[in-house]
């Protein structure tokens, strides 16, 4: 499902408007992100949390030559999905 299609869902759930809804959706991608850029975890009871982790640095390896890379580390996000959900996918 891409964003215009979770847009078609969400219209057809609530009979909102197609401009209001994605305006809604963008509105709350944004925060999240805003939230979870600074280092806040965002936690949506039933769905789950977004929030940040570390990626330690380590050596890897070019494919092609063989030769050894330092690889730096960096954060990332994570996603834990939350009970309701899992329970959902698992049903």
């Known amino acids: 499902m891409n964003k215009q299609q979770l847009i078609d869902a969400v219209v057809a759930s609530t009979g909102d408007t197609k401009a209001a809804t994605g305006a809604a959706i963008d509105a709350i991608l944004a925060t999240v992100t805003r939230a979870v850029t600074v280092g806040d975890t965002v936690q949506l009871v039933g769905f789950g949390s977004f ?41």
């Open 51 to 91: 929030s940040t982790g570390q990626r330690a640095a380590r050596t890897g390896r070019n494919p092609s030559t063989g030769a050894e890379i330092q690889i730096a580390g960096a954060k990332t996000v994570k996603f834990t999905a939350g009970k309701a959900f899992k329970d959902a996918v698992n049903a």
